[in-house]
């Protein structure tokens, strides 16, 4: 019995002495030392030995058995330490290659023009409004002095969702909105940026989408003097200085008297250039007084109170601002265009 304890310790530690792989040491433990192992064998078997040999049998036994034992031990934290440095090597980083470049984006040309006029304005004590896209007939045309089939509305040729709601054309509805909230109390001070929606043909100059800058004052004495004045001072911060700045006559349903504002193109200074038409002046914006339909509809009283109102497109400002030759390009999401405002 003693020879054949010595045998299978012999026999055990030469198998975990040759394995090279953590699954082979488990293998090993189970064989000699599992159940039905070998060693387990000759322990059940202590009974049929005399009471003199149960003893060293008995000793022997769970000495193989520990050195069995501590021999997988060693083994296996060798295989794991072994396993631990190779995958550290497949798994190496070069600590002293470059880094990949991180492609830092820009603010969009558009919300650069849209938070400057912002922040122009509300340095003139404009505040700023907001309203939803989707939009009621009411807001969008009615309180705006466009009754039903009244001919101005053909101007904008409308989405329209039912025959009551629409996506809106321009955001004027902002200011009408703006106007209820006041109760017919001035003075009423804001401007109302946003997306706008018409079925237009999109190409250099047009697009089914794009954005609106409308302003609003309504107090006591508002007089077209005071309209003249505040988008003189925008223009001069916007387009420098130097600009000249003239109001021809025009039409808008909503505004009476009605007036377009262009500037001293600041491209050739007024002398006339491609850019100008060789005019010498750029039409920037559509403004006016607003109409006593329109103060009514809105609770307020066109006997006390008066108001201007304008309207711009931060596209054509921009386009016009940093040489943008295509509406479109605002809208593609081309990074080769993009990326020419990271200075902006």
Request: with cysteine; hydrophobic share 35%; proline share 5%.
């Amino acid at each position: 019995m003693k020879d054949k304890l010595q045998a299978l310790k012999s026999e055990a530690l030469q198998a975990i002495q040759q394995a090279e792989q953590l699954s082979q040491l488990q293998d090993i433990k189970v064989t000699y030392l599992g159940k039905k192992g070998p060693i387990t064998e000759i322990l059940r078997g202590m009974g049929k030995l005399s009471k003199e040999e149960r003893p060293v049998i008995g000793q022997m036994a769970n000495d193989v058995r520990e050195a069995i034992q501590a021999a997988l031990d060693e083994k296996h934290a060798t295989l794991e330490q072994a396993r631990i440095e190779e995958q550290l090597a497949e798994q190496a980083i070069d600590v002293t290659l470059p880094g990949r470049p991180v492609n830092q984006g820009s603010q969009h040309p558009l919300f650069t023009v849209i938070e400057e006029v912002e922040d122009l304005f509300i340095g003139l004590g404009f505040s700023v409004a907001e309203g939803p896209e989707v939009e009621t007939d009411y807001y969008n045309f009615e309180a705006l002095n466009l009754p039903k089939n009244h001919p101005a509305r053909d101007m904008q040729d409308s989405f329209y969702l039912t025959e009551e709601i629409l996506l809106r054309t321009h955001t004027s509805p902002v200011q009408a909105r703006t106007m209820e909230a006041y109760n017919g109390q001035g003075p009423v001070k804001v401007i109302c940026p946003g997306k706008v929606y018409r079925r237009d043909t999109d190409d250099a100059t047009h697009s089914h989408q794009f954005t609106q800058i409308e302003g609003l004052y309504v107090d006591k004495n508002v007089r077209l003097s005071d309209l003249k004045g505040v988008l003189t001072v925008f223009v001069k911060q916007l387009f420098g200085e130097d600009r000249d700045v003239r109001l021809r006559q025009h039409y808008f349903p909503f505004t009476e008297p009605s007036v377009e504002m262009d500037i001293s193109c600041f491209k050739c200074g007024g002398s006339g250039c491609p850019v100008c038409k060789h005019s010498g002046w750029i039409e920037i914006l559509g403004a006016g007084m607003v109409h006593p339909n329109v103060l009514r509809m809105s609770g307020f009283d066109p006997e006390v109170y008066t108001g201007f109102a304008f309207g711009m497109g931060p596209e054509r400002i921009a386009m016009l601002k940093y040489g943008v030759d295509d509406i479109r390009h605002y809208y593609t999401n081309d990074q080769r265009f993009l990326k020419q405002f990271k200075r902006v």
